[in-house]
């Protein structure tokens, strides 16, 4: 199985802040991560695909890069409704594998 | 609209049987890939099954021999039979439909809809 690590576990911002979240996957997963919002009891909410594809709906202030084993979320100026746990998932092999997550939280 | 909504969790006993169910509307589900995603408690999201429109079915090796995906094609609804269940089956579970581009020889499955989950507890 494909191992996801995510990081940081949790991270404080403000509102305005630019916000970075990395995914290193164990093995090259070819661009085939997207990622993924989740609000407390909620389900979570698709925001990329294909490492770097905007989801039709979501704010452009998302945005993803990377390749190989290397992923990034960024979110270029954090709004109050950002605050959620973000997980990136790798689909280039089954079992899909989710990251641990990283929890966005107000500074 | 596209919309997944789940049914069917509760408690359980360990040892005992669950069936969820996911209906789905403005989409079919035989002509898409479909998964089961769970989150215990506090935790992270962890896939659990999969089908795909051609009927191919995968399990998470946590739950394979145990856990069986199927569709009902005349109701445009996924299922989850769940037997022997465990403490550790304690979750959410959502459905989720695949979406899928092609690729370098290949297609590539994403998640983009999912229900909001239905509670499983095993618990005596």
């Known amino acids: 199985d494909i191992q996801m690590t995510q990081s940081p576990s949790s991270l404080s911002a403000s509102v305005g802040d630019r916000v970075t979240i990395t995914c290193r996957a164990s093995?090259?997963?070819?661009?085939?991560l997207a990622w993924y919002q989740q609000k407390p009891g909620k389900a979570p909410k698709l925001l990329l695909y294909?490492?770097?594809r905007l989801e039709s709906g979501v704010p452009s202030r998302f945005s993803g890069s990377g390749s190989g084993t290397d992923y990034t979320l960024t979110i270029s100026s954090l709004q109050p409704e950002d605050f959620a746990t973000y997980y990136c998932?790798?689909?280039?092999?089954?079992?899909?594998?989710f990251g641990g997550g990283t929890k966005v939280e107000i500074k | 609209e596209v919309q997944l909504v789940e049914s069917g969790g509760g408690l359980v006993q360990p040892g005992g049987s669950l069936r969820l169910s996911c209906a789905a509307s403005?989409?079919?589900?035989?002509?898409?890939?479909m998964s089961w995603v769970r989150q215990a408690p506090g935790k992270g999201l962890e896939w659990v099954s999969v089908?795909?429109?051609?009927?191919?079915?995968y399990y998470a090796d946590s739950v394979k021999g145990r856990f069986t995906i199927s569709r009902d094609n005349s109701k445009n609804t996924l299922y989850l039979q769940m037997n022997s269940l465990r403490a550790e089956d304690t979750a959410v579970y959502y459905c989720?439909?695949?979406?899928?581009?092609?690729?370098?020889?290949?297609?590539?499955?994403?998640?983009?809809?999912w229900g909001k989950g239905t509670t499983v507890t095993v618990s005596s």
């Open positions: 989720a439909r695949g979406m899928y581009y092609y690729g370098s020889g290949r297609n590539y499955y994403y998640m983009d809809v």
């Open positions: 403005g989409f079919t589900v035989s002509s898409n890939y």
């Open positions: 089908i795909y429109s051609g009927g191919s079915t």
């Open positions: 093995q090259g997963i070819s661009n085939s």
């Open positions: 294909a490492a770097s």
């Open positions: 998932q790798q689909y280039y092999s089954t079992p899909p594998t």
